[in-house]
Nanobody, 128 residues
Framework: QLQLVESGGGLVQPGGSLRLSCAASGFTAANYAIGWFRQAPGKEREGVASISSSGHGTNYRASVQGRVTITRDNAKNTVYLLMDRLKPEDTAVYYC?????????????????????WGQGTQVTVSA
């Protein structure tokens, strides 16, 4: 069964850090680009960062550039999202998604419908 499972979310104070993980099972994640998305209450889902299947290409949303790093370990079938200097506006449910066409540029982040498989999400809350 194809599955993506996110973990690592939680409650963190402003300025803190979190590392989210996206573990794939039932398929070889190394064949897919992976994107991280988030959705805050009352807002549309938006792309945060993406990485190519090889890991050599990455793309970031402007509002998180410099605070977020996406990496992957294909041997572990896992993609990570390291978030630093977190802000209250980063509060959202974070999802990872896989794209078989290996689309990872900004166009793909702006078009989440292009992603083939989605996880269930992990909550990130940034609050004092």
């Amino acid at each position: 069964q194809l599955q993506l499972v996110e973990s690592g979310g939680g409650l963190v104070q402003p300025g803190g850090s979190l590392r989210l993980s996206c573990a794939a099972s039932g398929f070889t994640a190394a064949n897919y680009a992976i994107g991280w998305f988030r959705q805050a209450p009352g807002k549309e889902r938006e792309g945060v960062a993406s990485i190519s299947s090889s890991g050599h290409g990455t793309n970031y949303r402007a509002s998180v550039q410099g605070r977020v790093t996406i990496t992957r370990d294909n041997a572990k079938n896992t993609v990570y999202l390291l978030m630093d200097r977190l802000k209250p506006e980063d509060t959202a449910v974070y999802y990872c998604a896989a794209n078989y066409a290996d689309g990872w540029d900004s166009w793909y982040l702006d078009h989440p419908v292009q992603y083939d498989y989605w996880g269930q999400g992990t909550q990130v809350t940034v609050s004092a």
